[in-house]
């Protein structure tokens, strides 16, 4: 008995399951008597002279998922009606010895009664009836039954499970054969599971339960029952919401399952990392990374890792990323991976909050639980989310598209989940941990958005780096389903080493996926770079860049300038000085329209500087090249030639002459430095590139011959410059993307 009870205090973790401990189960059982002792008086509970040799009840089943508790409602009844009339029910047990010794020589006429009705049997109690037409509730599974059962026995003390022990032996001799009393919490749970069904067992618990006064762990049990069918639903409600994509602008787009075009991307510890600086022509040591700041790699499954968590006392973790570098992406895969049980099991709750759905109801006074109800109905089932083995966890993805700013310095405090608040002092509290501070909050976000929140509410910050050169390869040969089109498309890319490069952002792997997908199905291989700019960029701007058009029309011709003068200077870097030089904001640049990013470099080491840069290097001499041409198109100015358009104002400006003057700067240039801007530049005049950039222009042109004449200069330029030969040639590609058209 020492053993016993050793072995019932020992802490096994919630989340094992029944077939992790099936072998010492099955060697528990074994040394238990295969007969047990049933006295003929209460009397002589410990030592009856008069026992009966019974047989062994029926093996258990190969699993308890192919069993059904109705298989058991009348197992026994006949061939055991003997042994079930000499034995005592439980409020017996307890009885005095005078009254069970009175009358031995009844026994006799016992003996006959039994044998004039050998087939009558007691009534099953009621948790013992199962109505067979009645359907099992999906949610209630071997796994979840078995965990829920071992987690309410070890809240017993050890004298509350010996009582438990017996009494379920004594109540339900129709069931239990063997005494109880030598098996531990896992042993008892198995016994009732193989030998009653899922149903049956938790029905007898709670009335043992209740019968011995543990109310509070009766309540418990049927607040865990209740919690696994709405979670169920829950998890319907999410893989309906989330198992698909949607290639386009809005869910009215293409939509694909999720599972299709599911890769790898690459995380970071730490908010130290610097953009991708990598580049065809240059080197750009300001924007390189600096070797402290490097941070260890972390795998999808190690975000809210359960041993990292209770280790570092993680609560709330940041995400930060560039735009269309993954975030949604990975949260996404976060999401369908604990509908379908993948990963993060121990997360009980999983509950997206997504900013752009809370920007709907931003102006209204709610209670936090009503929030959560009226994003998921089916949570109404569930009257608090503080409760004992239910962990939950909010995704709060998007945080720069929330369109009130929250001040998380000044914002009153808030604890009471039911009582109403406006939304930003119910998302400012749960991020902080004065709401719910049990549960996980994961918050994603682009870079700049992340200043306001207090350093000491972040307890790890991550970053999404989009693909690394094999993640990027996978997902075209994960999500184009002919494999040599797939083939042919990583041939290509890797064949044009800028396109390889940019191609590190997720969003930019769709932009040029789609174009080629198209393009390659007839034949054609586009060498040009600037219509898969181009696509991003007006991608850009239907998502939230008209935000900026309707405040300042402006807006892309500042930046672009600003993109211009620095790459005239060779600066990538842009200052704080630089934002008010031209008018900008960095929060237009960095969160709206998504353009530019931010991240901190370790100077020393009490001291962080932070950095602000385009999005990519390229980026930056796209939107120069940008500003060029609407430049030449809105004021019919050719920019490259500085000042002396000024001295004859009445002239007009010719496209060919642009074209000549960019040509020129290029191939005087050191190094490359013009020539990625030179192609962006021409690109530009293709009639589906205006038509991309019509929210921009006010009009598009056909400029067929002045395209055609710039070609001619070109291999003019190639006879005096045959060095650069590559490089103009693809100048040449970009005039025209469709060889065989030309």
């Known amino acids: ?62 699993s308890y998922e192919s069993m059904h508790s109705d298989d058991f409602s009348g197992a026994g009844a006949d061939n055991q009606c003997r042994i079930l009339l000499h034995r005592q029910d439980s409020s017996a047990s307890s009885c005095g010895s005078s009254s069970c010794d009175e009358k031995p020589e009844e026994e006799p006429k016992q003996e006959e009664m039994i044998q004039e009705k050998p087939s009558e049997a007691p009534p099953l109690k009621p948790e ?50 063997d005494r109880l009393d030598s098996l531990d919490i896992i042993g008892v749970v198995d016994t009732m599971l193989e030998i009653c069904g899922l149903e049956v067992s938790l029905k007898i618990t709670l009335v043992l339960l209740n019968d011995m006064n543990l109310k509070n762990i009766a309540e418990h049990l049927q607040g865990l029952c209740k919690r696994n069918e709405v979670r169920y639903e829950l998890k319907k409600t999410l893989r309906r919401k989330y198992q698909h994509v949607y290639e386009g602008l809005t869910q009215q787009g293409q939509q694909k399952l999720f599972e299709n075009v599911c890769t790898d991307l690459l995380i970071t510890e730490g908010g130290n990392a610097a953009v991708n600086s990598e580049h065809e022509f240059r080197q750009i040591q300001e924007l390189q990374e600096d070797g402290r700041g490097k941070k260890s790699l972390l795998s999808f499954t190690q975000i809210f890792d359960t041993a990292v968590v209770e280790r570092r006392h993680i609560r709330t973790v940041i995400t930060k990323g560039s735009p269309g570098i993954g975030k949604s992406f990975l949260v996404q895969r976060f999401i369908l991976d604990w509908v379908e049980g993948k990963s993060h099991q121990d997360i009980f709750f999983l509950l997206p909050l997504p900013f752009k759905e809370l920007n709907q109801v931003t102006e209204e006074t709610i209670g936090f639980m009503d929030l959560i109800c009226r994003l998921y109905p ?42 109403p608040a406006k939304m930003n002092v119910l998302i400012a509290n749960l991020i902080r941990g004065n709401l719910l501070y049990s549960a996980y909050v994961w918050v994603t976000t682009r870079p700049v958005a992340i200043n306001p929140i207090p350093a000491e509410c972040i307890h790890q910050l991550l970053e999404v780096r989009g693909f690394s050169n094999e993640q990027r390869e996978a997902y075209f040969r994960k999500t184009i389903p002919e494999k040599e089109l797939a083939e042919r498309v990583v041939s290509h890319i890797k064949s044009c080493k800028t396109l390889y490069i940019m191609c590190h952002v997720p969003l930019f792997c769709w932009v040029v996926r789609k174009v080629l997908e198209r393009d390659l199905q007839s034949g054609e291989l586009p060498k040009a770079l ?100 609407l430049s030449f198109k809105k004021h019919k100015k050719n920019i490259l030639e ?12 010719d496209l060919v002459d642009l074209h000549k003057s960019a040509i020129d700067k290029a191939l005087q240039a050191q190094s490359g430095n013009y020539d990625l801007f030179l192609r962006f530049l021409l690109g530009m005049s293709v009639e589906a590139n205006q038509e991309l950039l019509g929210i921009l222009l006010s009009n598009t042109a056909s400029y067929q011959q002045a395209r055609e004449q710039t070609a001619s200069y070109i ?15 693809r100048c040449i590609d970009e005039l025209f993307p469709h060889p065989q058209r030309h």
Not at 380 to 386: A, P, Q, R, Y
Not at 399 to 419: K, S
Request: net charge negative.
């Open 1 to 62: 008995m020492e053993d016993e009870d050793a072995m019932s205090d020992n802490s096994v973790p919630f989340g094992y399951g029944a077939s992790a401990f099936g072998s010492e189960a099955e060697e528990e059982e074994e040394d238990v008597a295969v007969h047990r002792e049933l006295p003929l008086r209460a009397m002589e509970w410990e030592s009856a002279p008069e026992s009966y040799d019974v047989e062994r009840a029926a093996s258990p089943a190969p």
């Open 128 to 177: 013992l009836l199962v109505d067979p037409k009645e359907k099992r509730y999906p949610a209630l599974t071997v796994d979840f039954t078995f965990k829920v059962l071992c987690n309410s026995l070890r809240q017993l003390a050890k004298e509350h499970f010996k009582r438990f022990k017996r009494i379920l032996w004594e109540r339900y001799p129709e069931r239990f054969r």
């Open 378 to 419: 089916e949570m109404k089932e569930v009257d608090n989310l503080e409760f004992e083995g239910c962990q939950v966890m909010f995704i709060c993805d998007g945080l720069d598209e929330y369109a009130t700013p929250i001040d998380f310095r000044n914002i009153a405090y808030w604890c009471d989940h039911n009582e």
């Open 530 to 629: 600037t219509h898969f700019y181009t696509k991003l960029l007006h991608l850009h701007i239907m998502m939230r860049g008209q935000k900026l058009l309707s405040q300042d029309t402006d807006f892309f011709l500042k930046l672009g300038k600003m993109a211009f003068q620095l790459l005239e200077k060779g600066v990538f870097r842009i200052e704080k000085e630089h934002w008010k030089e031209y008018g900008l904001g960095a929060e237009d640049a960095v969160v709206t329209a998504g353009l530019c990013t931010q991240f901190y470099r370790e100077k020393c080491m009490m001291y962080q500087e932070k950095v602000d840069c385009f999005i990519h290097p390229t980026m930056q001499e796209y939107l120069a090249a940008l500003y060029v041409f």
């Open 642 to 653: 500085g000042p002396k358009f000024k001295m004859f104002p009445g002239s007009k400006v």
């Open 715 to 729: 291999k003019k330029k190639i006879k005096e410059y045959p060095e650069r030969l590559e490089n103009l040639q």
